[in-house]
Protein backbone atom coordinates (compact mmCIF):
# COMPACT_ATOMS: atom_id res chain seq x y z
CA UNK A 1 0.00 0.00 0.00
CA UNK A 2 1.21 3.57 -1.02
CA UNK A 3 1.05 6.53 1.35
CA UNK A 4 0.48 10.04 -0.05
CA UNK A 5 1.76 13.03 2.17
CA UNK A 6 0.27 16.35 1.81
CA UNK A 7 1.45 19.07 3.34
CA UNK A 8 -0.67 21.62 3.91
CA UNK A 9 0.02 25.38 4.47
CA UNK A 10 -2.38 27.36 7.10
CA UNK A 11 -3.99 30.83 6.03
CA UNK A 12 -4.81 32.70 9.31
CA UNK A 13 -7.54 35.62 8.99
CA UNK A 14 -7.58 38.27 11.74
CA UNK A 15 -9.49 41.66 12.02
CA UNK A 16 -13.33 43.41 11.91
CA UNK A 17 -15.76 42.60 9.22
CA UNK A 18 -16.25 46.64 8.12
CA UNK A 19 -19.53 47.27 7.49
CA UNK A 20 -20.64 49.03 3.43
CA UNK A 21 -19.05 50.15 1.13
CA UNK A 22 -15.62 48.11 -0.32
CA UNK A 23 -13.03 47.84 1.93
CA UNK A 24 -9.86 45.87 2.20
CA UNK A 25 -9.46 41.93 3.39
CA UNK A 26 -6.64 40.80 6.07
CA UNK A 27 -4.86 37.70 4.64
CA UNK A 28 -1.99 35.53 4.72
CA UNK A 29 -0.72 32.71 2.36
CA UNK A 30 1.63 30.46 4.02
CA UNK A 31 3.13 27.97 1.36
CA UNK A 32 5.31 24.33 1.69
CA UNK A 33 7.55 24.48 -1.63
CA UNK A 34 9.22 21.00 -2.98
CA UNK A 35 7.51 18.40 -1.54
CA UNK A 36 8.83 15.28 -3.08
CA UNK A 37 9.38 11.33 -2.93
CA UNK A 38 12.42 9.75 -4.37
CA UNK A 39 12.38 5.82 -4.46
CA UNK A 40 14.22 4.02 -2.89
CA UNK A 41 16.74 1.48 -4.42
CA UNK A 42 17.84 -2.06 -3.90
CA UNK A 43 21.06 -2.95 -6.10
CA UNK A 44 23.39 -6.41 -4.99
CA UNK A 45 26.53 -6.75 -5.58
CA UNK A 46 28.71 -9.84 -5.04
CA UNK A 47 32.44 -10.80 -4.29
CA UNK A 48 34.22 -13.72 -3.40
CA UNK A 49 37.30 -14.90 -1.85
CA UNK A 50 38.11 -18.49 -2.38
CA UNK A 51 40.25 -21.25 -0.22
CA UNK A 52 41.28 -24.43 -1.01
CA UNK A 53 43.10 -26.43 1.72
CA UNK A 54 44.43 -23.92 3.09
CA UNK A 55 45.38 -22.09 -0.08
CA UNK A 56 44.07 -18.58 -1.02
CA UNK A 57 43.38 -17.38 -4.49
CA UNK A 58 44.62 -13.87 -4.05
CA UNK A 59 45.58 -11.24 -6.32
CA UNK A 60 49.10 -10.96 -6.85
CA UNK A 61 49.30 -7.83 -9.42
CA UNK A 62 51.98 -8.25 -11.74
CA UNK A 63 51.26 -4.94 -13.01
CA UNK A 64 49.97 -5.92 -16.10
CA UNK A 65 46.41 -6.28 -15.03
CA UNK A 66 44.78 -8.25 -12.56
CA UNK A 67 46.05 -11.67 -11.89
CA UNK A 68 44.74 -14.19 -9.30
CA UNK A 69 47.13 -17.63 -8.18
CA UNK A 70 47.16 -19.64 -5.34
CA UNK A 71 49.28 -18.50 -2.35
CA UNK A 72 50.00 -20.48 0.40
CA UNK A 73 51.74 -23.70 1.70
CA UNK A 74 49.52 -26.25 0.61
CA UNK A 75 50.98 -28.75 -2.17
CA UNK A 76 47.74 -28.33 -3.82
CA UNK A 77 46.47 -26.57 -5.79
CA UNK A 78 50.03 -25.35 -6.45
CA UNK A 79 51.21 -22.09 -5.09
CA UNK A 80 51.92 -19.60 -8.01
CA UNK A 81 49.11 -21.71 -10.52
CA UNK A 82 46.11 -19.73 -11.51
CA UNK A 83 42.93 -19.44 -10.20
CA UNK A 84 39.48 -17.76 -10.46
CA UNK A 85 37.33 -17.93 -7.35
CA UNK A 86 38.09 -14.77 -6.14
CA UNK A 87 36.91 -11.72 -7.29
CA UNK A 88 36.26 -7.98 -6.36
CA UNK A 89 32.58 -6.01 -6.11
CA UNK A 90 30.93 -6.67 -9.48
CA UNK A 91 27.33 -7.97 -10.79
CA UNK A 92 27.79 -11.46 -11.28
CA UNK A 93 28.12 -13.04 -14.64
CA UNK A 94 29.19 -16.03 -16.56
CA UNK A 95 32.63 -15.85 -15.72
CA UNK A 96 32.72 -15.68 -11.91
CA UNK A 97 32.35 -19.05 -10.56
CA UNK A 98 32.71 -19.97 -7.10
CA UNK A 99 34.20 -23.47 -7.62
CA UNK A 100 36.10 -24.41 -11.03
CA UNK A 101 38.16 -27.44 -9.86
CA UNK A 102 39.25 -30.34 -12.16
CA UNK A 103 40.90 -32.43 -9.95
CA UNK A 104 39.41 -33.33 -6.43
CA UNK A 105 40.40 -35.66 -4.36
CA UNK A 106 39.41 -37.35 -1.00
CA UNK A 107 39.97 -35.12 2.17
CA UNK A 108 40.20 -32.30 -0.06
CA UNK A 109 38.10 -29.18 1.12
CA UNK A 110 37.18 -25.51 0.55
CA UNK A 111 35.40 -22.41 1.31
CA UNK A 112 34.30 -19.35 -0.09
CA UNK A 113 33.79 -16.32 1.42
CA UNK A 114 31.05 -14.20 -0.55
CA UNK A 115 30.48 -10.75 0.14
CA UNK A 116 26.70 -9.60 -0.32
CA UNK A 117 26.71 -5.26 -0.68
CA UNK A 118 23.61 -4.16 -0.50
CA UNK A 119 22.52 -0.76 -1.40
CA UNK A 120 20.73 1.77 0.99
CA UNK A 121 17.89 -0.53 2.23
CA UNK A 122 17.67 -3.00 4.40
CA UNK A 123 16.35 -6.64 2.41
CA UNK A 124 15.66 -10.12 2.74
CA UNK A 125 17.81 -12.33 0.75
CA UNK A 126 18.29 -15.92 -0.54
CA UNK A 127 20.33 -18.16 -2.12
CA UNK A 128 18.87 -20.45 -5.23
CA UNK A 129 20.62 -23.20 -5.94
CA UNK A 130 20.24 -25.95 -8.67
CA UNK A 131 22.51 -29.05 -9.36
CA UNK A 132 22.35 -29.27 -13.71
CA UNK A 133 24.78 -31.82 -13.99
CA UNK A 134 26.11 -34.99 -11.71
CA UNK A 135 27.67 -37.09 -14.78
CA UNK A 136 29.84 -40.39 -14.64
CA UNK A 137 32.06 -39.18 -17.52
CA UNK A 138 33.59 -42.26 -18.31
CA UNK A 139 33.66 -45.56 -16.11
CA UNK A 140 37.49 -46.78 -15.23
CA UNK A 141 38.60 -49.85 -14.13
CA UNK A 142 38.30 -48.77 -10.07
CA UNK A 143 35.40 -47.59 -10.12
CA UNK A 144 33.90 -50.89 -11.67
CA UNK A 145 35.40 -52.84 -8.67
CA UNK A 146 33.96 -50.43 -6.50
CA UNK A 147 30.77 -51.59 -8.00
CA UNK A 148 29.54 -48.46 -10.06
CA UNK A 149 27.91 -49.10 -12.65
CA UNK A 150 28.82 -48.67 -16.61
CA UNK A 151 28.90 -45.28 -18.08
CA UNK A 152 25.40 -44.25 -19.50
CA UNK A 153 24.08 -41.64 -21.84
CA UNK A 154 22.98 -39.63 -18.78
CA UNK A 155 23.80 -36.34 -17.33
CA UNK A 156 22.89 -37.67 -13.86
CA UNK A 157 24.12 -40.98 -13.49
CA UNK A 158 27.15 -39.99 -11.43
CA UNK A 159 28.20 -40.01 -7.28
CA UNK A 160 30.32 -37.16 -7.11
CA UNK A 161 26.86 -34.82 -6.00
CA UNK A 162 26.51 -37.45 -3.12
CA UNK A 163 30.09 -37.39 -2.07
CA UNK A 164 30.43 -33.68 -1.96
CA UNK A 165 29.22 -32.10 1.52
CA UNK A 166 29.02 -28.39 2.13
CA UNK A 167 27.72 -26.13 4.60
CA UNK A 168 27.44 -22.14 5.26
CA UNK A 169 27.11 -19.50 7.77
CA UNK A 170 26.63 -15.83 8.26
CA UNK A 171 30.13 -15.01 8.67
CA UNK A 172 30.15 -11.58 10.82
CA UNK A 173 27.41 -12.95 13.57
CA UNK A 174 29.99 -13.21 16.29
CA UNK A 175 30.93 -10.87 19.11
CA UNK A 176 34.12 -12.50 19.41
CA UNK A 177 34.80 -11.70 15.75
CA UNK A 178 37.46 -9.53 14.97
CA UNK A 179 37.27 -9.41 11.45
CA UNK A 180 33.88 -9.61 9.49
CA UNK A 181 34.34 -12.46 6.92
CA UNK A 182 37.13 -13.60 8.18
CA UNK A 183 36.59 -17.14 6.48
CA UNK A 184 36.07 -18.91 10.03
CA UNK A 185 33.30 -19.93 11.28
CA UNK A 186 32.84 -18.48 15.27
CA UNK A 187 30.61 -19.37 17.79
CA UNK A 188 27.90 -17.27 17.93
CA UNK A 189 27.75 -17.92 13.84
CA UNK A 190 24.50 -19.88 13.20
CA UNK A 191 24.52 -22.61 10.42
CA UNK A 192 22.29 -22.04 7.17
CA UNK A 193 21.85 -25.63 7.30
CA UNK A 194 24.19 -28.92 8.97
CA UNK A 195 26.71 -30.36 6.30
CA UNK A 196 25.05 -32.78 3.61
CA UNK A 197 25.60 -33.40 0.28
CA UNK A 198 25.05 -31.81 -2.37
CA UNK A 199 22.79 -34.16 -3.99
CA UNK A 200 20.50 -33.29 -0.78
CA UNK A 201 21.57 -29.70 0.38
CA UNK A 202 22.03 -28.59 -3.04
CA UNK A 203 19.60 -30.50 -4.93
CA UNK A 204 17.42 -27.33 -5.42
CA UNK A 205 15.38 -24.97 -4.36
CA UNK A 206 16.18 -21.66 -1.97
CA UNK A 207 18.18 -21.38 1.00
CA UNK A 208 17.38 -18.71 3.35
CA UNK A 209 19.79 -16.24 4.41
CA UNK A 210 16.77 -13.75 5.76
CA UNK A 211 13.33 -13.93 4.93
CA UNK A 212 9.87 -12.86 7.21
CA UNK A 213 10.82 -16.36 8.79
CA UNK A 214 13.67 -15.44 10.44
CA UNK A 215 12.28 -11.56 11.08
CA UNK A 216 16.20 -9.90 10.45
CA UNK A 217 16.88 -8.29 7.03
CA UNK A 218 20.27 -8.24 5.56
CA UNK A 219 21.15 -4.43 6.57
CA UNK A 220 20.95 -2.04 3.81
CA UNK A 221 24.17 0.12 3.07
CA UNK A 222 26.51 -2.60 4.48
CA UNK A 223 28.24 -5.72 4.04
CA UNK A 224 27.34 -8.94 4.92
CA UNK A 225 30.00 -11.72 4.54
CA UNK A 226 28.69 -15.47 3.63
CA UNK A 227 31.14 -18.82 4.55
CA UNK A 228 30.31 -21.32 1.84
CA UNK A 229 32.58 -24.36 2.51
CA UNK A 230 33.04 -28.02 1.08
CA UNK A 231 34.85 -31.25 1.42
CA UNK A 232 35.56 -34.25 -0.85
CA UNK A 233 34.40 -36.64 1.89
CA UNK A 234 32.24 -36.45 5.27
CA UNK A 235 31.85 -32.88 6.69
CA UNK A 236 31.53 -32.00 10.29
CA UNK A 237 31.00 -28.75 11.78
CA UNK A 238 28.75 -27.55 14.86
CA UNK A 239 26.16 -24.64 15.76
CA UNK A 240 27.99 -23.85 18.77
CA UNK A 241 31.47 -22.81 16.03
CA UNK A 242 34.98 -24.50 14.92
CA UNK A 243 35.90 -24.89 11.62
CA UNK A 244 34.02 -27.57 9.83
CA UNK A 245 35.98 -30.49 9.33
CA UNK A 246 36.83 -33.01 6.39
CA UNK A 247 37.17 -36.49 6.51
CA UNK A 248 38.21 -38.05 2.91
CA UNK A 249 38.04 -41.79 3.91
CA UNK A 250 34.47 -42.14 3.13
CA UNK A 251 35.07 -41.00 -0.31
CA UNK A 252 35.07 -44.19 -2.45
CA UNK A 253 36.36 -45.46 -6.01
CA UNK A 254 33.23 -45.12 -7.11
CA UNK A 255 33.92 -41.44 -7.94
CA UNK A 256 36.53 -41.13 -10.02
CA UNK A 257 36.00 -39.42 -13.22
CA UNK A 258 32.62 -38.18 -11.97
CA UNK A 259 31.99 -34.49 -12.68
CA UNK A 260 29.11 -32.13 -11.12
CA UNK A 261 28.02 -28.83 -12.42
CA UNK A 262 25.81 -26.84 -10.47
CA UNK A 263 24.28 -22.64 -10.61
CA UNK A 264 24.41 -20.29 -7.68
CA UNK A 265 22.43 -17.44 -7.68
CA UNK A 266 21.71 -14.54 -5.25
CA UNK A 267 18.24 -12.48 -4.93
CA UNK A 268 17.20 -9.60 -2.66
CA UNK A 269 13.92 -7.89 -2.24
CA UNK A 270 12.59 -5.14 -0.24
CA UNK A 271 12.16 -5.87 3.38
CA UNK A 272 10.49 -2.77 4.86
CA UNK A 273 6.76 -3.33 4.27
CA UNK A 274 7.31 -7.14 2.80
CA UNK A 275 7.26 -9.29 6.09
CA UNK A 276 5.52 -12.13 4.30
CA UNK A 277 8.25 -12.81 2.07
CA UNK A 278 9.69 -16.09 2.23
CA UNK A 279 12.72 -17.00 -0.12
CA UNK A 280 10.84 -20.54 -1.38
CA UNK A 281 8.12 -18.94 -2.48
CA UNK A 282 6.93 -15.73 -4.49
CA UNK A 283 6.19 -12.70 -3.01
CA UNK A 284 3.05 -13.23 -0.48
CA UNK A 285 3.38 -16.93 -0.58
CA UNK A 286 2.21 -17.28 -4.49
CA UNK A 287 4.39 -19.47 -6.56
CA UNK A 288 7.23 -18.47 -8.16
CA UNK A 289 6.30 -17.59 -11.63
CA UNK A 290 7.35 -20.20 -14.80
CA UNK A 291 10.32 -18.26 -15.96
CA UNK A 292 9.75 -16.28 -19.59
CA UNK A 293 12.21 -16.62 -22.70
CA UNK A 294 13.07 -14.76 -25.66
CA UNK A 295 14.69 -11.03 -26.44
CA UNK A 296 13.25 -7.59 -25.69
CA UNK A 297 14.70 -5.00 -27.68
CA UNK A 298 12.38 -2.61 -26.33
CA UNK A 299 13.66 -2.85 -22.72
CA UNK A 300 17.18 -0.96 -24.36
CA UNK A 301 18.59 1.44 -21.87
CA UNK A 302 20.97 4.26 -23.85
CA UNK A 303 24.01 4.89 -22.33
CA UNK A 304 23.58 7.23 -19.16
CA UNK A 305 27.60 8.59 -20.13
CA UNK A 306 28.86 8.81 -23.78
CA UNK A 307 32.68 9.57 -23.79
CA UNK A 308 32.52 10.11 -27.22
CA UNK A 309 29.67 10.43 -29.75
CA UNK A 310 29.58 9.16 -33.66
CA UNK A 311 27.50 11.43 -35.72
CA UNK A 312 26.79 12.08 -39.63
CA UNK A 313 30.02 10.76 -41.49
CA UNK A 314 32.49 10.53 -38.54
CA UNK A 315 34.04 7.07 -38.35
CA UNK A 316 33.66 5.00 -35.54
CA UNK A 317 36.94 3.52 -36.10
CA UNK A 318 38.40 6.60 -35.12
CA UNK A 319 36.45 7.17 -31.98
CA UNK A 320 37.55 3.92 -30.93
CA UNK A 321 41.02 3.79 -31.44
CA UNK A 322 41.12 7.86 -29.38
CA UNK A 323 39.23 6.22 -26.57
CA UNK A 324 40.29 5.35 -23.51
CA UNK A 325 39.93 1.90 -21.59
CA UNK A 326 36.91 1.42 -19.84
CA UNK A 327 35.38 4.37 -21.74
CA UNK A 328 32.21 4.50 -23.44
CA UNK A 329 31.85 5.10 -27.31
CA UNK A 330 27.98 6.33 -28.66
CA UNK A 331 26.47 6.03 -32.56
CA UNK A 332 23.81 8.17 -32.73
CA UNK A 333 20.92 7.98 -35.49
CA UNK A 334 22.51 10.42 -38.01
CA UNK A 335 25.47 8.30 -38.36
CA UNK A 336 25.55 7.38 -42.07
CA UNK A 337 28.10 4.35 -42.42
CA UNK A 338 30.77 6.04 -44.83
CA UNK A 339 32.98 7.23 -42.45
CA UNK A 340 34.14 2.69 -41.90
CA UNK A 341 34.53 1.11 -44.54
CA UNK A 342 36.11 -2.08 -43.31
CA UNK A 343 35.01 -4.11 -40.03
CA UNK A 344 35.39 -1.98 -36.69
CA UNK A 345 37.78 -3.30 -34.25
CA UNK A 346 37.06 -2.73 -30.71
CA UNK A 347 40.69 -3.39 -29.12
CA UNK A 348 40.90 -1.01 -26.17
CA UNK A 349 40.26 -2.70 -22.74
CA UNK A 350 36.61 -2.83 -21.50
CA UNK A 351 35.39 -0.29 -24.03
CA UNK A 352 31.66 0.25 -24.74
CA UNK A 353 29.98 0.61 -28.13
CA UNK A 354 26.77 1.27 -27.77
CA UNK A 355 23.78 2.59 -30.34
CA UNK A 356 22.02 6.04 -28.55
CA UNK A 357 18.86 4.53 -29.72
CA UNK A 358 18.49 0.75 -30.29
CA UNK A 359 18.79 0.35 -33.98
CA UNK A 360 21.42 2.37 -34.90
CA UNK A 361 22.33 0.11 -38.69
CA UNK A 362 25.97 -0.63 -39.39
CA UNK A 363 27.19 -2.00 -42.97
CA UNK A 364 30.46 -3.38 -41.64
CA UNK A 365 30.94 -6.16 -38.95
CA UNK A 366 32.28 -5.45 -35.48
CA UNK A 367 35.42 -7.42 -33.99
CA UNK A 368 35.80 -7.44 -30.39
CA UNK A 369 39.44 -8.01 -29.52
CA UNK A 370 40.02 -7.13 -25.99
CA UNK A 371 38.91 -8.39 -22.65
CA UNK A 372 35.06 -6.62 -21.05
CA UNK A 373 34.26 -5.00 -24.13
CA UNK A 374 30.40 -4.82 -24.72
CA UNK A 375 28.74 -3.85 -28.08
CA UNK A 376 24.86 -2.98 -27.42
CA UNK A 377 22.09 -1.54 -29.58
CA UNK A 378 22.69 -1.79 -33.05
CA UNK A 379 21.38 -3.57 -36.30
CA UNK A 380 24.73 -5.53 -37.85
CA UNK A 381 25.11 -6.45 -41.83
CA UNK A 382 27.18 -10.08 -42.27
CA UNK A 383 30.19 -9.39 -44.07
CA UNK A 384 33.99 -10.40 -43.88
CA UNK A 385 35.31 -10.13 -40.67
CA UNK A 386 38.83 -11.34 -40.62
CA UNK A 387 39.44 -13.89 -43.29
CA UNK A 388 37.43 -14.50 -46.19
CA UNK A 389 36.32 -17.55 -44.34
CA UNK A 390 34.58 -15.21 -41.65
CA UNK A 391 31.80 -13.70 -42.56
CA UNK A 392 29.61 -12.34 -39.51
CA UNK A 393 27.95 -9.62 -38.42
CA UNK A 394 30.41 -9.53 -34.94
CA UNK A 395 32.99 -11.82 -34.56
CA UNK A 396 34.58 -12.75 -31.26
CA UNK A 397 38.39 -12.95 -30.87
CA UNK A 398 39.86 -15.45 -29.04
CA UNK A 399 41.45 -12.59 -26.71
CA UNK A 400 37.52 -11.25 -25.84
CA UNK A 401 37.37 -12.70 -22.86
CA UNK A 402 34.05 -12.16 -20.82
CA UNK A 403 32.43 -10.17 -23.95
CA UNK A 404 29.21 -9.10 -24.07
CA UNK A 405 26.67 -8.85 -27.20
CA UNK A 406 23.32 -7.18 -26.41
CA UNK A 407 20.23 -5.64 -28.13
CA UNK A 408 21.40 -6.13 -31.31
CA UNK A 409 19.45 -7.72 -34.79
CA UNK A 410 20.84 -9.40 -37.65
CA UNK A 411 18.71 -9.86 -40.57
CA UNK A 412 20.16 -12.25 -43.03
CA UNK A 413 22.94 -12.92 -45.15
CA UNK A 414 25.35 -15.61 -45.89
CA UNK A 415 27.27 -16.37 -42.66
CA UNK A 416 26.88 -16.10 -38.94
CA UNK A 417 24.89 -13.42 -37.02
CA UNK A 418 27.49 -13.74 -34.05
CA UNK A 419 30.95 -16.25 -34.59
CA UNK A 420 33.73 -17.01 -32.31
CA UNK A 421 37.32 -17.57 -33.03
CA UNK A 422 38.47 -21.08 -33.37
CA UNK A 423 40.74 -22.05 -30.70
CA UNK A 424 40.26 -18.71 -28.95
CA UNK A 425 40.99 -18.73 -24.62
CA UNK A 426 38.05 -16.81 -24.29
CA UNK A 427 37.25 -16.67 -20.41
CA UNK A 428 33.91 -16.52 -20.87
CA UNK A 429 31.24 -14.51 -22.56
CA UNK A 430 27.53 -13.11 -22.70
CA UNK A 431 25.46 -13.29 -25.57
CA UNK A 432 21.71 -12.36 -24.66
CA UNK A 433 18.52 -10.11 -25.46
CA UNK A 434 19.86 -10.23 -29.57
CA UNK A 435 17.57 -10.98 -32.64
CA UNK A 436 19.42 -13.43 -34.98
CA UNK A 437 17.46 -14.42 -38.30
CA UNK A 438 17.98 -15.63 -41.72
CA UNK A 439 21.74 -16.06 -41.49
CA UNK A 440 23.57 -19.36 -41.85
CA UNK A 441 23.96 -19.61 -38.37
CA UNK A 442 22.48 -17.06 -36.18
CA UNK A 443 25.18 -18.24 -33.92
CA UNK A 444 28.52 -20.05 -34.18
CA UNK A 445 30.88 -21.54 -31.60
CA UNK A 446 33.68 -23.02 -32.93
CA UNK A 447 35.93 -24.84 -30.27
CA UNK A 448 37.53 -22.81 -27.46
CA UNK A 449 38.76 -22.57 -23.76
CA UNK A 450 35.67 -20.41 -21.84
CA UNK A 451 32.18 -21.24 -21.11
CA UNK A 452 29.96 -18.94 -23.18
CA UNK A 453 25.90 -18.50 -22.18
CA UNK A 454 23.41 -17.33 -24.62
CA UNK A 455 20.54 -16.41 -22.84
CA UNK A 456 17.12 -14.90 -23.92
CA UNK A 457 17.66 -14.54 -27.89
CA UNK A 458 15.27 -14.77 -30.30
CA UNK A 459 17.10 -16.93 -32.66
CA UNK A 460 14.71 -17.71 -36.23
CA UNK A 461 14.51 -18.83 -39.37
CA UNK A 462 18.41 -19.55 -39.66
CA UNK A 463 19.61 -22.42 -41.65
CA UNK A 464 21.09 -23.86 -38.29
CA UNK A 465 20.38 -21.49 -35.07
CA UNK A 466 22.96 -22.78 -33.41
CA UNK A 467 26.23 -24.17 -34.53
CA UNK A 468 29.19 -25.49 -33.19
CA UNK A 469 27.74 -25.34 -29.80
CA UNK A 470 31.51 -26.07 -28.34
CA UNK A 471 30.44 -25.73 -24.39
CA UNK A 472 27.69 -22.78 -24.37
CA UNK A 473 25.47 -22.53 -21.40
CA UNK A 474 22.17 -22.30 -23.97
CA UNK A 475 18.80 -21.37 -21.75
CA UNK A 476 15.63 -18.92 -22.19
CA UNK A 477 16.50 -18.40 -25.91
CA UNK A 478 13.21 -18.84 -28.70
CA UNK A 479 13.74 -21.04 -31.65
CA UNK A 480 11.70 -21.31 -34.39
CA UNK A 481 11.64 -21.95 -38.18
CA UNK A 482 8.67 -21.58 -40.82
CA UNK A 483 10.01 -24.37 -42.58
CA UNK A 484 9.02 -27.75 -40.09
CA UNK A 485 12.34 -29.55 -38.57
CA UNK A 486 14.36 -27.17 -38.89
CA UNK A 487 17.88 -27.41 -37.52
CA UNK A 488 18.06 -25.58 -34.03
CA UNK A 489 21.42 -26.87 -32.79
CA UNK A 490 23.80 -29.16 -34.60
CA UNK A 491 26.64 -29.97 -32.24
CA UNK A 492 29.89 -30.14 -33.34
CA UNK A 493 31.89 -33.05 -32.96
CA UNK A 494 34.69 -32.09 -30.94
CA UNK A 495 32.57 -30.56 -28.51
CA UNK A 496 35.42 -29.67 -26.52
CA UNK A 497 36.47 -30.17 -22.61
CA UNK A 498 33.51 -27.95 -21.51
CA UNK A 499 30.44 -29.76 -21.32
CA UNK A 500 27.33 -28.03 -22.54
CA UNK A 501 24.45 -27.04 -21.56
CA UNK A 502 20.96 -26.26 -23.28
CA UNK A 503 17.57 -26.15 -21.07
CA UNK A 504 14.90 -23.81 -20.51
CA UNK A 505 14.17 -22.91 -23.90
CA UNK A 506 11.40 -23.17 -26.51
CA UNK A 507 12.16 -25.37 -29.45
CA UNK A 508 9.29 -24.78 -31.83
CA UNK A 509 7.63 -25.74 -35.11
CA UNK A 510 9.52 -29.17 -34.68
CA UNK A 511 13.09 -28.02 -34.67
CA UNK A 512 15.56 -30.37 -34.19
CA UNK A 513 18.75 -30.60 -32.16
CA UNK A 514 21.43 -32.76 -34.38
CA UNK A 515 24.80 -34.38 -33.87
CA UNK A 516 25.91 -35.83 -36.96
CA UNK A 517 28.77 -38.10 -35.58
CA UNK A 518 29.28 -39.25 -31.69
CA UNK A 519 29.84 -36.38 -29.51
CA UNK A 520 33.58 -36.26 -27.53
CA UNK A 521 31.15 -35.44 -24.33
CA UNK A 522 27.55 -35.58 -23.27
CA UNK A 523 25.14 -32.59 -23.65
CA UNK A 524 22.59 -31.88 -21.01
CA UNK A 525 19.36 -30.98 -23.30
CA UNK A 526 17.03 -31.51 -20.54
CA UNK A 527 13.79 -29.18 -19.55
CA UNK A 528 13.31 -27.58 -23.28
CA UNK A 529 9.71 -27.11 -24.88
CA UNK A 530 9.74 -29.14 -28.38
CA UNK A 531 6.74 -27.86 -30.04
CA UNK A 532 4.14 -28.52 -30.75
CA UNK A 533 3.43 -31.31 -29.38
CA UNK A 534 6.63 -32.15 -27.22
CA UNK A 535 8.92 -34.68 -28.35
CA UNK A 536 12.50 -33.73 -29.14
CA UNK A 537 13.98 -34.66 -32.26
CA UNK A 538 17.86 -35.53 -32.92
CA UNK A 539 19.14 -36.50 -36.53
CA UNK A 540 22.64 -38.69 -36.62
CA UNK A 541 25.40 -39.35 -34.45
CA UNK A 542 24.93 -41.30 -31.14
CA UNK A 543 22.28 -40.82 -28.15
CA UNK A 544 24.81 -38.64 -26.44
CA UNK A 545 22.42 -36.01 -25.62
CA UNK A 546 19.93 -35.97 -22.94
CA UNK A 547 16.28 -34.66 -23.38
CA UNK A 548 14.30 -35.74 -20.49
CA UNK A 549 12.25 -34.27 -18.95
CA UNK A 550 10.64 -32.09 -21.58
CA UNK A 551 8.35 -29.37 -20.22
CA UNK A 552 4.76 -29.92 -21.47
CA UNK A 553 4.18 -26.48 -22.74
CA UNK A 554 5.97 -23.53 -24.57
CA UNK A 555 7.40 -20.82 -22.11
CA UNK A 556 5.68 -17.88 -21.85
CA UNK A 557 7.64 -15.19 -24.45
CA UNK A 558 8.94 -12.28 -22.95
Known amino acids: MKKIITSVGMIVFMGALIAGGTGAFFSDTETSTAN ?33 EWVGTSTYPVAGTACDGTWTLTDLGPSYKFFNFGDVKPGDEGENTISLHIDSNPAWACADVSITSNDDMSTVEPELEAGDATNTASIMDGELAQNLMFTAWLDNASTSEATPGDNIHQPGE ?91 AGDN ?44 VCVDPTYDMSGDNVAIRMEKLGVTLAATVRGVNLDVPVVLSNSNVTVTGFDGLIGQAESIAEQTAFYVDGDANNFKISYNTVNGGVGAGILTETGGANAGGLITNNTLSGATQGIYINPHTGVFTIEFNDIDNNVAGIGGLNGATVQFNEFEHTTPGSEAIGADPTIDANPAVVHFNNFLNGMMFNTYVGLAGNVNAINNFWGPNGGAAQTGGTDQVSFVPEEVSAFPHN
Open 36 to 68: FFTAGAIDLKVDSQQHYNGNVCTDVDTGEGVDY
Open 190 to 280: VLFFTPGPASGVLAGGSLTLADGGTGTPLPGGSTSYIGLAWCAGTMTATTGGGQPTCDGSTMGNEVQTDSMTADLTFRVEQARNNEEFRCG
Open 285 to 328: GEPTPRESVGAVLSSYVSPAICDATVTGTSSIQTALDAAADNST
